[in-house]
């Protein structure tokens, strides 16, 4: 796959606005939670550009290969918190937005783990990746080439 454009070069200003609500949302948010948000909604929207990106940085940041793989069955997993839980739950309606929106149940359980400013922060980092993902796929941004195995 080609990558058609760079809306970077084409539109710096926009790309600026957009890295001011991510650069805002990754000042608030945990660390492994906004990983984990920013892997699983690209992983919804399919965009392997941003799959790369967010694994990898997870990775680096410590996080174990299994949780990353089991991302993609996490309600099936035992290896992700309550808390964690509640936030892949609320990524998941936030990023797949359909005719009911985000759910009473949805929402009433990510409200027991955090307060209001908790959960708009959290939504503004799920905003945020599903803005980069929508770019990303529609302009086919190519991923980096994998490194020759030994």
Avoid at 2 to 27: H, K, T, V
Avoid at 39 to 50: E, L, P, V
Avoid at 58 to 69: F, H, K, P, T
Wanted: aromatic share 8%; charged share 25%; net charge negative.
């Amino acid at each position: 796959m080609q990558q058609r454009l760079n809306m970077y070069e084409l539109a710096p200003d926009a790309y600026e606005a957009i890295l001011g609500l991510e650069n805002y949302a990754r000042s608030k948010v945990d660390p492994t939670l906004f990983e984990l948000i920013k892997t699983r909604a690209s992983m919804i929207n399919g965009c392997a550009f941003c799959v790369d990106m967010h694994t990898t940085d997870a990775l680096a940041q410590g996080e174990d290969i299994r949780r990353i793989v089991a991302l993609s069955a996490w309600r099936e997993s035992s290896f992700f918190t309550d808390v964690e839980r509640s936030v892949l739950a609320l990524t998941d309606a936030v990023t797949r937005l359909g005719e009911e929106g985000v759910t009473d149940d949805v929402w009433n359980t990510a409200r027991m783990h955090f307060g209001d400013s908790e959960l708009t922060d959290l939504v503004m980092a799920i905003v945020a990746i599903n803005v980069w993902n929508r770019l990303a796929v529609t302009s086919h941004q190519a991923t980096p080439p994998l490194k020759p195995r030994d």
